[in-house]
């Protein structure tokens, strides 16, 4: 009898503990499905690729150019050396370790070296200056030796002749642009600048200094 009891007490003792646990125990999980939001797609823009149409040779040379003209600097020292692109219609000249841009107009015909007298062409080649001339008709000149002996040979087997006077001078007419000169090539194959542009130059010039003359 006592080990009915001694049973019965034991098994009235473990209900009431899996009671007690369940009630207070913790739940089990209950996994549901989950909808995952995804926030919209979001455009990025990256740096390294860009929209924008590749520019042409043309336009990169508009903005080199644009870039020369937009340089603010005085000449501080004596010129070295010039150079002259007649195709941009442009006077560089060299000094220290940097360079001056002008504008400038060309002889009235630009197109192609000159070859003989009142052709109004500006000569292509290597020359240099061959003197000074503070009284010029255009304000102040330096004097470029065209022509020379590779011009004058060639004048020779044509049988004309090169002509000469060819200077880098300031303005003819006291009701020239100074500013605008450059948009009409008026000269009879001379370089041309303003006075005070070819005021700095002369200031800053010596004889036998080098000048390239390009197409």
């Known amino acids: 009898m006592n080990i009915y009891k001694i049973i019965l007490s034991l098994a009235l003792f473990g209900l009431l503990t899996y009671s007690f646990t369940s009630s207070n125990g913790p739940k089990p999980k209950v996994y549901r499905d989950t909808v995952y939001r995804f926030p919209p797609k979001v455009k990025i823009n990256n740096p390294s690729v860009s929209s924008a149409k590749p520019k042409t040779p043309e336009a990169i040379k508009k903005k080199i150019e644009t870039a020369e003209e937009d340089r603010i600097i005085s000449i501080t020292s004596t010129i070295t050396r010039f150079k002259v692109k007649k195709s941009a219609q ?43 001339n503070p009284k010029s008709r255009g304000y102040k000149s330096l004097k470029i030796s065209y022509p020379n002996e590779s011009d004058k040979q060639k004048a020779k087997q044509l049988k004309v002749n090169p002509g000469g006077d060819i200077f880098i001078h300031g303005l003819w007419w006291a009701e020239q642009d100074p500013k605008n000169h450059w948009k009409d090539n008026w000269t009879r194959g001379c370089v041309a600048l303003n006075n005070q542009e070819i005021e700095e130059i002369f200031n800053h010039t010596e004889c036998n200094t080098q000048i390239t003359i390009l197409p």
């Open 90 to 132: 442009k006077l560089y000249a060299y000094f220290a370790d940097t360079f001056k841009v002008f504008r400038i107009s060309l002889g009235a015909s630009p197109v192609g070296h000159k070859t003989t007298q009142g052709d109004n062409k500006t000569p292509e080649g290597t020359y240099y200056i061959s003197y000074k």
